[in-house]
């Protein structure tokens, strides 16, 4: 930030700006499984399900149940991608931001996120394939606006854990939108097609942040949060700050593979959820409805226990690299029992251990992702 001493308000209201805007839009795939009950509404793969049904006849298989389960797994494959896209091209996103600025990025994402929002407000059953389009480019604007929101972290030396924590936790929370689109179309109170505009017209949101909080090293450009480098700081940056030097560090490489173990089942789990627990409750639909519906709604606890991660990372940090890697090796220690602990209680087929495994969930997930951004920027 230009001048941050005479308007230290600018990078307050940046930040307030930037997790409204993370918590609309950056997270909004691992609610997917929301729409499963509402997209047959609108025909959605519905020749899947005709076409399952006639087999069964052609099989005369003895049918109790009108589940289809041909569509369920076209939404679930969509579900899948996202999922997959959301991680898969992180690295490369960093690379824009590092080498263009994190306002290119930004506005790269404002592209994905006007293609899938539209793409499931035009969705139709003779469109069907609109709906991988917009799970994917749905992830892709959400991992690109996550990165891109991380650079104003840079203006809050202090406390830069927590304010990457926040951002994070903000994030986790986009799943519960989903969860209000259920409701909204079931009551008949608004359309899919409706909301999908709605939603695009964050992009407004999206590039208000871009032009007001975020840089491009291009030096024809200014900006209000723009940080000046001194010549110093440059030679600095070329000698020292290498991407070979980040990718050996030992920080890195034991957080990319705690990761990378780790968040298999943290990010996997909301892709079999309905599948579970239609096993667990005998394919009944209302209890379907419900699990998955407090499975996404729960998601926006994760603003309020992202902090936490943040003030462990945080204590004390002063002292030195010592106290800093105490901090880091507390909130791993407790990330690692909470994901163990939720593959140990997914392993257990009953309602009470998808119940307990919910809030494990909850919690495991903020600390695994919310913690982990939380260290790599302070150290």
Known sequence: MDDQAGKPYLKIIGLIWILIECSL????????????????????YQS???????????????????????QQAKYQLAFALGIAFYNL?????????????PRSLKL????????????????????NWLLIIH????????????LASFSISNHFVKSRGLVTALISGSQLTGSLWYAIFQILIGKGLISLSTLSFIWASFSVLMFGSAMLFLDWPFSFIDSTLKSKITKKEVKTITNDDT?????????????????????????????????????????????????TFWFNMLAGLGIFIAPLCGFIVDFKAHRGYTQKMFNISILQTITWIGCVSLCVVCLQQSITAAQIALFILIISRVILVAGSQALIATV
């Open 89 to 101: 091209p992180a690295m490369v996103s960093g690379m824009i931001s590092d080498y263009f600025g």
């Open 108 to 127: 790269i994402a404002i592209i994905f996120h006007l293609i899938s929002w539209l793409s499931l407000g035009f969705i139709t059953p003779n469109r």
């Open 243 to 291: 991407l070979i030097k980040h990718l050996t560090s030992p920080l890195f490489i034991v957080v990319t593979l705690f990761l990378s173990s780790l968040l298999l089942t943290v990010s996997f789990l909301p892709i079999v959820w309905p599948a579970w627990i239609s096993y667990l409750t005998g394919s009944n639909s209302e209890s379907i409805t419900s699990y």
């Open 25 to 44: 839009v950056a997270g909004n795939i691992f609610g997917f499984a929301s729409l499963f009950t509402e997209l047959p509404r609108y025909g959605i």
């Open 48 to 70: 899947e399900c005709i076409s399952s049904l006639e087999q069964n006849k052609l099989s005369k298989a003895n049918i109790t149940t009108d589940a289809c389960h041909g």
């Open 135 to 146: 799970t994917v480019f749905l992830s892709l604007s959400g991992i690109s606006t996550l």
